[in-house]
C-alpha cells in the first residue's frame, strides 16, 4: 500500500526560505545586537533597527516562534529580548558571534541560489565568476571590504568546529601545527590558548596576512602564533608536526584536493597528522543532509569543488602514502578527518 504523502514536510521544505531569509534579515538589521541584555517593545526595536511598524509586531514574533527572541506579555506592550542563544552566537559583541556566516549568506549567498537549476544544468558556477570572469578567491580577494565579510563568514562557520577540535585533538604527542588557509588566524589561536605547549603557525594569501597579524597581536600570541603568507598551489606548506585544513578541501577539485593532500604529506614528519575538518558525507550518502548541501553550494561558488565522504578522504590520503585514519565527530553536521604519516 501506498505511503500517504506528507504534505507538511513538503510545505515546510518548500517554504524554508520563510524562515532562513527572516533570520538571515535579523542579523542584516542588527536585531540580536541592538538588544543585547535589554528588554524593548516591538516599537522600541523596530525604531533602533529600521523596521516598519507594519512589520514590526509579525517579524519580532516570528523571532519568538523560531526561538531565536523571547517575548514577555502580549500585544503592544509585550517586551522581546535575546534568548541565551541569540546572545551568545548572534550579538556581535559576543566571543562566540557567528553571524558572520549568516551576514555573507543573505548579502551573497541568499541570490547566488536562485540560480540553483542553471548551475545544475551546467556544473557552472552561478556567483561572482560568472559575472566577472574571475576565480572565485581572485574576486573575493580583490577587494577588503568583499574579503573581510568572506573572512568574517569563514569564522562563524567554523569557530565551534575549532573550538571542538582544540578539545577532542590529542596534542599530548605534538608541538608545531600549521594551518593552511588559515583565514584570520582562529584555529591556530584557539589551540594556542587551550595547548600552551604548541607553537602554530597559520598560513594563507598575502592579502590575509595583515587580518590575521591583527588578530594574533590583540590576543597577545605572537610569540608563539606566526603568519606566514603563500599560495599553498605554488608553495610548501611550512613544516609542522600537524598540519590543518578548515573548509578548505571542499572549495577545490580532485586533482587540486589530491595536491594539498600531498603537500600537507610533504610537509609532515613521520608520525605527523593531516587534519581536514569538514561537513564530511556519510559514506552511504543519506544522511548528513547539511554536507550535501554543501556540496551544491561549491557547485554555486566554484568550478570545481564538492564536499566527500569519508571514504573518499582515506582513499585520497592513501594514495599520498598515508598510513593511519581516524575520524573525530565534532558537533552537528562536522568532523575532524585525520590521517597519519
Known amino acids: 500500500m501506498q505511503e500517504p504523502v506528507d504534505v507538511i514536510r513538503i510545505l515546510q521544505t518548500a517554504f524554508g ?27 522600541e526595536l523596530g525604531k533602533d533597527v529600521g523596521v516598519h511598524p507594519r512589520a514590526q509586531r509579525d517579524f519580532f514574533d516570528a523571532l519568538v516562534c523560531m526561538r531565536f527572541l523571547e517575548r ?41 541560489w536562485n540560480d540553483l537549476p542553471k548551475a545544475l544544468r551546467t ?7 560568472r559575472h566577472t570572469g574571475k576565480p572565485l578567491f581572485e574576486a573575493l580577494y580583490s577587494e577588503l571590504p568583499r574579503l573581510e565579510q568572506f573572512l568574517g563568514a569563514m569564522v562563524g562557520f567554523s569557530r565551534h ?50 587580518i590575521a597579524r591583527r588578530r594574533v597581536e590583540a590576543e597577545g600570541l605572537a610569540d608563539r602564533v606566526m603568519v606566514v603568507s603563500g599560495d599553498f598551489f605554488e608553495d610548501p606548506l611550512p613544516k609542522a608536526d600537524v598540519i590543518t585544513m578548515g573548509l578548505v578541501l571542499h ?24 587534519v581536514a575538518i569538514e561537513n564530511l558525507i556519510d559514506d552511504a550518502r543519506r544522511e548528513n543532509l547539511f554536507g550535501l548541501l554543501s556540496s551544491l553550494n561549491m557547485l554555486i561558488e566554484t568550478t570545481g569543488g564538492f564536499d566527500f565522504t569519508a571514504a573518499d578522504f582515506r582513499a585520497w590520503c592513501k594514495e599520498a602514502g598515508f598510513e593511519r585514519f581516524e575520524i573525530i565527530p565534532l558537533e552537528g553536521p562536522a568532523s575532524a578527518a585525520v590521517a597519519y604519516k
Open 161 to 210: 568546529n575549532v573550538d571542538v577540535f582544540a578539545e577532542r585533538f590529542d596534542f599530548s604527542r605534538y608541538k608545531t601545527l600549521c594551518d593552511a588557509g588559515g583565514a584570520t588566524g582562529l584555529l591556530s589561536i584557539t589551540v594556542a590558548k587551550r595547548h600552551p605547549h604548541m607553537r602554530l603557525t597559520t598560513f594563507d594569501l598575502p592579502a590575509v596576512e595583515p
Open 251 to 274: 572549495d577545490w577539485s580532485l586533482p587540486q584536493k589530491k595536491h594539498l593532500i600531498r603537500a600537507a604529506y610533504d610537509a609532515l614528519p613521520p608520525g605527523g597528522a593531516f
Open 17 to 43: 526560505f520563510w524562515s532562513s531569509k527572516t533570520l538571515l534579515s535579523a542579523v542584516e538589521l542588527g536585531v540580536f545586537s541592538a538588544l543585547d541584555d535589554r528588554a524593548l517593545t516591538a516599537a
Open 72 to 112: 514577555e506579555g502580549d500585544g503592544e506592550d509585550a517586551l522581546y529580548r535575546n534568548t541565551e542563544a541569540a546572545k551568545l552566537y548572534l550579538d556581535e559583541r559576543s566571543s562566540q558571534y557567528i553571524g558572520g556566516a549568516l551576514e555573507m549568506a543573505s548579502a551573497r549567498l541568499y541570490r547566488f
Open 123 to 129: 556544473g557552472s558556477p552561478q556567483n561572482e565568476v
